[in-house]
């Protein structure tokens, strides 16, 4: 191309400039006289063989003409010269002819550049239109090549200086251009040794241009050692970098070299300029092996260090004013841009690389999988994932997809990085933005909530940093997540658009169109979210800017729409959406952005309006109502509303409630009700006259009498006031007076002590004697009457004189007095529904048939001594719900006590399944744990007196308390999987009674619970003094003669409680984000400073390793073995909070063996037992088995030892001596959890491999054979016990044992059989007593056609056969096969007995024999029930496949 241009540029300057440059020339050239002669003498012979060769020289600018093809011109010179009679000196004088010819650099640029065909009489038929240079003509002339090359290479010197000449033309690079692609080259050695010559004395531009012709002048017999040079060239000279990389990529190396190059090229990355960091990447990427791929990927990705190519933040906003000074600064500054620019160069040849070799894309995927510290993670594994993500393979975007969750889950690539990657490769980042977007979908959509934020911070970035086009893909995207139904990616994607509404309004307002159509989408979303939803579309649409104004009427007529409806749910809607655009227009507006800070009144008028609406619209239904008024409580505790809002809002509430439920006391309150009518609960004795009472009972027989003649009187001339509204109205009345006065509730604190109008609670006892309409109404009457309490705690729980906390906590007394009075109620009144309590849950349906059924169930309940004690939760299972219906029922009472519980048996129900119908109870209430606890032992004669100095909690309320805050805890700290809703069944809606919970944050309650510690744990100290002082008493004894069971009873729940509230705190994952590692020092601190003072100035490992020591004492008085399993359960969370739970193990261990070895006595003095007792023991026994040193020894040491006591036990005492819980009762939860975990054990054994040393092997073979025996003593067990359970867990797991072996074990025999022989036999003796057991399992179940066992047939059977042969296969591998030989196995019963009853002998499933000669002569009694031979074995096996096959495949669920 370049010498074509050339030429007519040539043909263009003929003419009249030839003459003038003659002129210059002759000028020039004038030099002496006798070195022209000479001159003319010797060209004689070089310009005389050309013109006869048919080519004519030109001077100065003219092009030299050629007459003849090229191949005819060089075989003419060939031939004169050769035909000459002076060959070979001939061939000298033509080179002589040629120097002097070319010492005019205008001659000598002619012949570097191509020659013009002479074209005769216009014909052009001899010549083809383009033809080399003269010299290039000359080079193809194997008897000249060498000494032209050599006259070139000494001229090349003189033009190195010059520069580009005229047209731009590099004369160096033309003389290297003419030695490129050579037919041939005559001596390729001497040529690369001068062209390296060279370039060790050339400057830069030149080397450049001769080390990237090396590929194309050199033979492939020079590229090894011109690479060598090269090579240690790269070493010495960052600037040729480029040039050498790109020669060496095309020249053929070994593959030996190759690796060493690269080794040499990765040494000087860090060095190499920026610019020329894409060259170096994609060298050493192209020359990548299957076999180093990762060894390369590793080192490259160390040494990559991007973050030094960006320029800082500072810099850059420093350089772009710069640039926004002036044109003229900014190009000479182009600095940042072109740092992106090679970035993205850099990123598009690992693209190429990973697009083109799946190695490499494996190799990427596992070095970043390897890094295992957050600190070693860099911006270069983000890109590289979104690299992998946004190629079209499957299995790297698949890949990309799981390595980045896995990262996210596990901590180790965190936000810090991602916004890191954005604010600086904002550039880079865009061209992945299809794949960012995936990512985030991806990770949105995941069922795990730890992985799910970190989708949200991927979204937030590329809306604020990227272009409107990936802004309006990202709002797509959320509204898309909003619409599919799914809670957790619902709520993370309600609250990203939430959060961008705030920090980009003007942005997102383009938008909300887009968010609008959620609403169509309403149906799925809960209450929580659809509050959520209106906020940020009344921002948008109704916010100060009102950037989104364009929505305002559509948002109204949706409202209205919904207001109008009477399906309850669309109100429902209808009621939070108009609060919430109350809550945006009347929100307090800055001073400058209004007139003097208040509202415009049009804006007030619109908002009285809306709110009449709504109070209009829903004073038909209580529901409707009492909904409203807790809708516009929450508006008021979490916005900040205009004065003028604020203030025509409170003053109707106050006299609103006033009127309708507030009675003076005075005259006998007249009607017909139910029950007789008396003011109970009164507080205040000094207001005898002029006291208020809540009238409860008379509204709730007139609400009554309403909705009976509801049916017959669609009209009603006066408003109908429901009990249902007392609550939430009594709320928002003390809200309102909380924000007017600041916190001071003065107005209203008469209604704290105030009484209530009810009857006299003596009724309950008489309930069987009631009707049925008496019985609902009086149960309805202790809801209300609970719930007004628990509303009336939420609001002066927070009051600080000692008067009104002494009220707070005889409320709390009425309240746990009215439960237990409630649970009787409610066992005497089947099928009852409550009146509802939070009224933003779904409708009622579901709610009925869960509330109704555990009352039934609970008449046989024998233990519902006491309220809410049944219902605890020693699992830390988050399932209240199904829990609290079979809360004891499963007790296994003896049945000489059967006719003393009769008389308990109504005494009550447990509440757990009905707590959706009692009011929420605020955080704040807490705080009222800070009081100290009362307990029987505290108690002295003052007590009678009215006066106690100090607010003490007694044992129930601290019950009550602690189960309201753990059930809080579990809901908000506990990360439970989104499941997606199954199928057409209803949904019970678990935030049902968390409504004001779901709108703090879990840090929030976080940092709540660490404030709480200290009084937590005076309350672990008090419940701990509590039970030693007891046993003190007892002399050591927990069921002595001074137990108060009703007392021991609600302290141990409080202790158990107390230990669940502290594990749950402490295994928030929270905790694990290292913006929260303040909060976990501060709550360890507590702990630890109840140990030892200075807490503050310990390190982390200090804090966890005090604060284990202050729990460890509590061991000695654990009441029961679940509050037991909760301290060990709560030690091993505190543990792992350090840097090192492996310190911790053995003491976890050896505690968790404590209490297993201890007997477990109730206050009654019988032994503890029952399904709770099973699941806490299974736990426990886990948990030791987890954290035990070797788990096969301890596995052996139950089933070898405690076992056989538990066998050789008396019948008075029916446990292991060793073990005291392991009797008859729990054997199968002893079986289950040691099988399991024996399973789980031999699972981590490491597979064999042939690289492993003898020590190695022989250690692999120890473990082997321990677990094997273990295993032996397992499976023989089922021949004392042969119960359907224990059958069932011995097949499971026997087949997945086996199939461990096969995987893991029987590599390890391949290999160690010739070195351990007879090692591996007793091995496989002893197992195969094991799989002979289980095959007379196989026989018993298909016997006793029990199909739960029956179901793990078919893949033991399976199992039991690939082992056979792989035992032959081994033998074979190791040359023994006639060690082998297979017989038919007969079927037997598990008592060895002979089964006869199959339709063929033959029919069943055979055994092996295998093993060394000696086993060859086996004992006979042993041969004769091995009979058959190979040829039999093989025809029984095909009929037991056939036969096999007709199974179903195994169900592994027991």
Not at 277 to 296: G, R
Not at 618 to 638: F, G, H, M, R
Request: proline share 4%; hydrophobic share 40%; charged share 25%.
């Amino acid at each position: 191309m370049m010498r074509k241009k050339r030429r007519s540029s040539v043909d263009k300057g003929e003419g009249a400039a030839a003459t003038t440059t003659k002129v210059k020339k002759s000028r020039s050239a004038g030099g002496k006289q006798k070195e022209a002669v000479a001159e003319e003498t010797n060209e004689s012979v070089f310009g005389m063989f050309l013109r006869g060769a048919g080519v004519t020289l030109k001077q100065s600018a003219t092009s030299n003409e050629i007459a003849v093809d090229q191949v005819v011109f060089q075989k003419r010179i060939q031939q004169q010269l050769q035909k000459s009679p002076r060959y070979p000196g001939i061939v000298q004088e033509f080179i002589s002819g040629l120097e002097s010819h070319i010492e005019d650099p205008e001659r000598f640029r002619n012949c570097l550049l191509p020659c013009v065909p002479r074209l005769p009489d216009g014909d052009s038929s001899c010549v083809s239109s383009f033809q080399e240079s003269l010299l290039r003509m000359l080079l193809g002339i194997e008897m000249l090549q060498t000494l032209i090359i050599n006259t070139l290479l000494e001229k090349l010197p003189e033009f190195m200086l010059d520069g580009a000449g005229d047209g731009g033309l590099s004369v160096p690079c033309i003389i290297i251009n003419q030695l490129k692609w050579l037919d041939r080259v005559v001596d390729s050695k001497e040529l690369a040794a001068k062209l390296m010559e060279l370039v060790s004395v050339a400057p830069v531009e030149v080397q450049r241009d001769i080390i990237t012709s090396l590929p194309e002048i050199l033979e492939d017999s020079q590229h090894n050692d011109i690479a060598r040079e090269l090579n240690s060239l790269l070493q010495e000279n960052t600037q040729l970098t480029v040039p050498i990389l790109d020669a060496l990529s095309s020249l053929n190396l070994s593959s030996s070299l190759l690796t060493e190059v690269r080794g040499a090229v990765m040494t000087t990355l860090a060095a190499v300029q920026l610019e020329d960091l894409p060259v170096v990447v994609k060298f050493i990427l192209h020359s990548v092996s299957t076999s180093d791929a990762y060894e390369v990927v590793c080192n490259l990705r160390k040494k990559l260090e991007l973050e030094h190519c960006v320029l800082p933040p500072v810099l850059q906003a420093s350089q772009s004013r710069l640039k926004n000074k002036g044109a003229a600064v900014s190009a000479s500054t182009p600095a940042a841009c072109s740092s992106q620019d090679s970035i993205t160069l850099i990123l598009d040849g690992i693209k190429s690389a990973v697009r083109f070799q799946k190695t490499i894309s494996e190799a990427w995927l596992k070095a970043i999988e390897s890094v295992d510290d957050v600190e070693d993670h860099k911006v270069i594994d983000l890109l590289v994932l979104f690299i992998l993500h946004s190629t079209n393979a499957n299995q790297s975007r698949r890949g990309a997809e799981r390595v980045l969750k896995v990262k996210v889950r596990t901590g180790q690539i965190q936000e810090a990085l991602l916004q890191k990657t954005f604010r600086d490769y904002i550039q880079v980042m865009r061209g992945y933005f299809p794949s960012i977007l995936a990512l985030a979908q991806s990770l949105l959509h995941s069922p795990d909530p730890c992985v799910v934020p970190f989708g949200g911070h991927m979204y937030r970035h590329s809306f604020t940093a990227f272009d409107s086009y990936c802004q309006q893909e990202v709002v797509g995207s959320l509204v898309t997540h909003v619409c599919s139904g799914v809670g957790g990616e619902v709520d993370m994607a309600l609250e990203l658009l939430s959060g961008l509404v705030t920090e980009k309004p003007s942005e997102m307002a383009l938008y909300a169109v887009f968010v609008k159509g959620i609403l169509d989408y309403m149906d799925n979303l809960t209450p929580q979210q659809i509050r959520r939803l209106f906020h940020l579309l009344s921002r948008l649409a109704f916010g100060q800017q009102q950037q989104g104004a364009h929505i305002q009427d559509d948002m109204h007529i949706v409202i209205r729409k919904q207001l109008s409806s009477t399906v309850p749910k669309y109100k429902r809607i209808g009621i939070i959406g108009a609060v919430m655009i109350v809550g945006s227009m009347g929100a307090l507006r800055p001073k400058a952005e209004s007139q003097n800070g208040s509202l415009p009144q049009e804006t007030l008028r619109q908002v009285t309006a809306l709110l009449e609406l709504v109070q209009s619209s829903s004073e038909s239904s209580p529901e409707a109502a009492a909904l409203y008024y807790d809708e516009l409580a929450n508006l008021i505790l979490t916005s900040m509303l205009d004065p003028q809002v604020q203030e025509m809002i409170g003053k109707s509430v106050l006299d609103d409630f006033q009127e309708d439920f507030v009675v003076d006391l005075g005259p006998d309150i007249t009607g017909s009700f139910p029950f007789p009518v008396r003011l109970m609960y009164n507080l205040d004795e000094d207001e005898s006259q002029g006291g208020i009472a809540i009238n409860l009972m008379p509204l709730l027989a007139k609400d009554l009498q309403n909705k009976g003649e509801q049916q017959s009187q669609i009209k009603k001339a006066h408003k109908r006031v429901s009990p249902l509204c007392l609550s939430p109205f009594f709320r928002l009345l003390r809200l309102c007076e909380e924000k007017q006065h600041q916190g001071d509730l003065e107005e209203i604190d008469a209604l704290l002590g105030c009484s209530l109008v009810l009857t006299d609670m003596d009724i309950v006892e008489k309930i069987e004697s009631l009707s049925k309409a008496e019985r609902d109404f009086l149960c309805t009457l202790l809801f209300h009457t609970i719930n007004w309490f628990r509303e009336v705690i939420n609001a002066f729980c927070r009051q600080k004189e000692t008067e009104m906390k002494m009220k707070v906590m005889t409320r709390l007394q009425n309240i746990t007095y009215l439960q237990s009075l409630l649970e009787r109620a409610l066992a005497g009144t089947p099928g009852y529904v409550p009146p509802l309590a939070n009224f933003d849950g779904e409708s009622t349906d579901g709610i009925i048939l869960s509330s109704t059924a555990p009352v039934n169930k609970a008449k046989k309940d024998g233990s519902g001594k006491k309220r809410k004690a049944p219902g605890k939760n020693s699992s830390g299972n988050n399932s209240q719900l199904e829990e609290g219906m079979e809360a004891d029922e499963t007790q296994q009472e003896q049945p000489e006590k059967e006719k003393e519980k009769e008389k308990e048996v109504r005494q009550g129900v447990s509440l757990v399944s009905y707590r959706q119908f009692f009011r929420e109870l605020d955080m704040e209430v807490l705080s009222v744990l800070q009081c100290g606890l009362l307990s029987r032992s505290l108690l002295d004669s003052e007590l009678n007196t009215k006066v106690r100095e100090e607010v003490l909690l007694g044992p129930a309320e601290l019950v009550f308390l602690l189960e309201d805050m753990l059930r809080k805890l579990e809901f908000c700290l506990t990360a439970v999987p989104a499941k997606r809703a199954p199928f057409l069944k209803g949904r019970t809606d678990k935030s049902v009674g968390f409504s004001h919970l779901q709108q703090r944050s879990s840090k929030d309650i976080a940092s709540c619970c660490v404030q709480l510690l200290p009084a937590l744990c005076s309350h672990l100290e008090n419940c701990h003094n509590h039970f030693q002082t007891l046993l003190s008493e007892n002399n050591g004894v927990v069921d002595g003669p001074a137990t108060d069971i009703q007392e021991h009873q609600l302290m141990s729940s409080g202790y158990q409680l107390l230990l669940q509230v502290l594990n749950t705190t402490f295994s928030w994952s929270g905790f694990s984000q290292p913006g929260q590692r303040s909060l976990l020092k501060k709550a360890l601190g507590v702990l630890a400073e109840r140990l030892k003072e200075g807490g503050a100035e310990m390190n982390m490992e200090q804090l966890v390793k005090h604060s284990f020591k202050y729990l460890l004492n509590f061991r000695s008085t654990m009441p029961s073995l679940s509050t037991a399993l909760c301290l060990s359960q709560l030690l091993s969370t505190v543990s792992e909070r350090g840097g090192n739970p492996a310190a911790y193990r053995e003491q976890t261990a050896s505690l968790a063996r404590r209490f297993l070895s201890q007997e477990w006595v109730t206050a009654s003095g019988e032994k503890e037992r029952g399904n709770k007792f099973n699941e806490a023991l299974q736990t426990l026994l886990r948990v030791y088995l987890v954290h035990v040193d070797d788990i096969l020894k301890a596995v052996e040491e139950i089933a070898g030892e405690g076992i056989p006591e538990l066998l050789n036990a008396s019948k008075d005492d029916m446990s292991s001596a060793s073990w005291p819980t392991l009797n008859r009762q729990t054997f199968l939860v002893f079986y289950k959890v040691l099988m399991a975990e024996l399973e789980k054990a031999v699972r981590k054994i490491p597979a064999g491999k042939i690289s492993d040393n003898t020590e190695a092997q022989s250690e692999k073979l120890l473990t082997w054979n321990l677990a094997v025996r273990d295993f032996h003593i397992l499976v023989n067990l089922v021949k004392v016990f042969d119960s359907r359970p224990v059958l069932n867990v011995c097949l499971k797991y026997g087949r997945l044992f086996l199939e461990s072996f096969l995987k893991l074990g029987m590599p390890l025999l391949d290999y160690s059989f010739k070195r351990h022989k007879e090692d591996v036999q007793s091995l496989l003796k002893t197992f195969q007593l094991s799989t002979r057991q289980l095959h007379h399992m196989c026989g018993h179940s298909k016997i006793h056609q029990d199909t739960s066992l029956t179901n793990h047939v078919p893949a033991l059977k399976k199992s039991l056969e690939l082992f056979l042969y792989r035992v032959k296969a081994m033998l074979t591998l190791n040359n023994c096969q006639e060690a082998f030989w297979m017989g038919n196995l007969k079927n037997r019963n598990l008592k060895g007995e002979e089964i006869l009853s199959q339709r063929s002998q033959e029919s069943e499933e055979e055994e092996e024999e295998e093993e060394e000669e000696e086993e060859r002569s086996l004992p006979p009694q042993e041969q004769s029930e091995e009979e058959a031979q190979d040829s039999d074995s093989e025809g029984s096996k095909q009929v037991n496949r056939i036969e096999d096959g007709d199974q179903d495949s195994t169900d592994d669920s027991d």
